[in-house]
């Protein structure tokens, strides 16, 4: 396994629509490992394969909280089939937004379907943070941030300030 850089705003490749897995084989389990891996040492509890430059509808998600046993899920092509009515609102985060939070609304459960790390069929009725995450990687597969989802004020605050982070950055200069 290994880590692998993540794309951060304002770069365009998280814009990209991801393609559909065509394979469930032994590199695409590989890329979703990494991904783990990546994911569990930014820390983060959920990523999209687009974040490591991959244009994949592939993304994996943690919800164990600290002291937990790891809990690992690998969806692929994943589908929402429904949402509810009622809707919820959470602070969201994002790996390629680093250090920004802010809440978002969306709706409180979804059923998704997927094909997990076997490529088998699954459906999963998500609530709470599960709903809300799958939600937030899904957006990530069709190029939209969760920043799309708050003012049009407050998301140009946020893209200003990482175009000039990523032009203040010093060539070889870690930054994290
Ligand atoms: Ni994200």
Do not use: W
């Not at 089939?81 to 802010?102: K, N």
């Not at 094909?115 to 809300?132: P, S």
């Amino acid at each position: 396994m290994s880590i692998k850089p993540l794309i951060i705003l304002p770069d365009p490749v998280l814009r990209q629509v991801s393609k559909p897995v065509e394979r469930v084989d032994a590199d695409l389990r590989k890329l979703a490992d990494d991904m783990l891996e990546t994911m569990y040492d930014a820390p983060g509890i959920g990523l999209a394969a687009i974040q490591v430059g991959e244009p994949r509808r592939l993304l994996v998600i943690d919800l164990a909280k600290e002291g937990e046993p790891p809990a690992p899920h690998v969806f692929i092509n994943p589908e929402v089939l429904e949402s509810s009515d009622q809707r919820s609102v959470y602070e969201e985060g994002c790996l390629s937004i680093p250090d920004y939070y802010a809440e978002v609304e969306r709706p409180a459960s979804v059923r998704v379907k997927y094909l997990d790390r076997d490529g088998k069929l699954q459906e999963i009725k998500a609530e709470g943070l599960m709903a809300t995450c799958l939600q937030h990687e899904i957006d990530h597969l069709n190029g939209v941030l969760f920043i799309d989802h708050i003012s049009k004020l407050k998301r140009d605050m946020v893209v200003r300030k990482f175009r000039k982070l990523a032009k203040d950055k010093v060539p070889g200069k870690m930054v994290g």
